[in-house]
């Protein structure tokens, strides 16, 4: 039986992960070959906001990104509010 270390499971999980991006970029791709003009932008913004929803609950998304770096600007504001409240 084969047993894997942290380092050979991340190292499969990240081939996974550029092996799905490569086949969604060919769907992508071939999905957008049969669109005109104004109808591709628009399917093209679809498909990019669905894999935003579809990675949004992975640790390094781009909504989990935005989440932290507005709650450091909550508390920073709320810093400065006390100092202001104290001076």
Same mark, same amino acid.
């Given at each position: 039986m084969l047993t894997y270390n942290l380092s050979m499971k *991340? #190292?499969?999980f990240l #081939?996974?992960?550029v092996i $799905?991006?490569?086949? $969604?970029?060919?769907f992508a791709d071939s999905i957008l =070959? #049969?669109?005109?003009?104004?109808?591709d932008i #628009?399917?093209?913004i679809g498909m990019m906001l669905g894999f935003i929803y579809l990675a949004r609950n992975e640790k390094d998304s781009l909504v989990h990104i935005f989440k932290e770096v507005? &709650?450091?600007n909550?508390?920073?504001i709320a810093e &400065? =509010? *006390? =100092? =202001?409240a104290n001076t």
């Amino acid at each position: 039986m084969l047993t894997y270390n942290l380092s050979m499971k *991340k #190292l499969l999980f990240l #081939l996974a992960y550029v092996i $799905c991006f490569i086949i $969604c970029l060919l769907f992508a791709d071939s999905i957008l =070959e #049969l669109a005109s003009y104004p109808n591709d932008i #628009l399917i093209w913004i679809g498909m990019m906001l669905g894999f935003i929803y579809l990675a949004r609950n992975e640790k390094d998304s781009l909504v989990h990104i935005f989440k932290e770096v507005h &709650q450091s600007n909550l508390d920073e504001i709320a810093e &400065q =509010e *006390k =100092e =202001e409240a104290n001076t």
